[in-house]
Each structure stands twice: as C-alpha cells, then as structure tokens.
Nanobody, 126 residues
Framework: QVQLVESGGGSVQAGGSVRLSCAAS????????MGWFRQDRGKEREAVAT?????????YADSVKGRFTISRDNSKKIANYLQMNSLKPEDTAVYYC??????????????????WGQGTQVTVSS
C-alpha cells in the first residue's frame, strides 16, 4: 500500500519562500510520477508542478514557472520537495502531494494520480 507523507507549508508574506516535502513508501521501482496540486476555496484543483522520478523530468504550470522548483529528494527512494519562492497572495491554497501507480513520462494530468497526501495549507499575505 502506497502512503504519502507531506511536510512544510504555513504562512508567509508576499515575496517570501516556503518548501514542501513529500515522501512515498510502498513502491518497488522508480517509474513513478509525483506532483503537487493545489486548491483554493471555490476553485478547481490544479497541477502546480510534477516530476518523473526515474529521470527527474519536470512540468510546471505557467503561473509558477521561474518561481517554483520541484526536485527529487535523493535521500529517499521516492520523494520530492517543492521550493516555492517569490510567493504571491494568489498562491494561497491547500497543496496536495500526489503520486501515480506507474508512469513512463512526466504527467500533469490529475487523472493519472492515484495516491494523495492529506494536504497542507500555504497562506501568502500581502
């Protein structure tokens, strides 16, 4: 059974930085995609950044390109962290870590992700 453990999040002022981490257990190999999705009240959940663990290829939403970086955490078998810099009030949301059962290339499609973390709140004040 795959389990995801998230850490990080919190409140920060605009222009600040936050780092989110997510570690998975229960995988046998590295052909796995992991990603961060976010949802603010009244809005649909959206993909923020994803990574294909096997080759560390990445995807970013246009709204976060140049500000957010998703990286494989090489200290763990299947894990990543999301470094969020130059945060804006519109980045405020609950951020969810997610992972696929299997993948062979980086994917931003929510339907590809089967396992989800509990979510962590990120609040950016102006």
């Amino acid at each position: 059974q795959v389990q995801l453990v998230e850490s990080g999040g919190g409140s920060v002022q605009a222009g600040g930085s936050v780092r989110l981490s997510c570690a998975a257990s229960g995988y046998a190999g590295s052909r796995v995609c992991m990603g961060w999705f976010r949802q603010d009240r009244g809005k649909e959940r959206e993909a923020v950044a994803t990574i294909y663990i096997a080759d560390s290829s990445t995807y970013y939403a246009d709204s976060v390109k140049g500000r957010f970086t998703i990286s494989r955490d090489n200290s763990k078998k299947i894990a990543n962290y999301l470094q969020m810099n130059s945060l804006k009030p519109e980045d405020t949301a609950v951020y969810y870590c997610a992972s696929t059962r299997w993948c062979d290339r980086v994917s931003s499609a929510e339907s590809s992700y089967h396992y989800w973390g509990q979510g962590t709140q990120v609040t950016v004040s102006s």
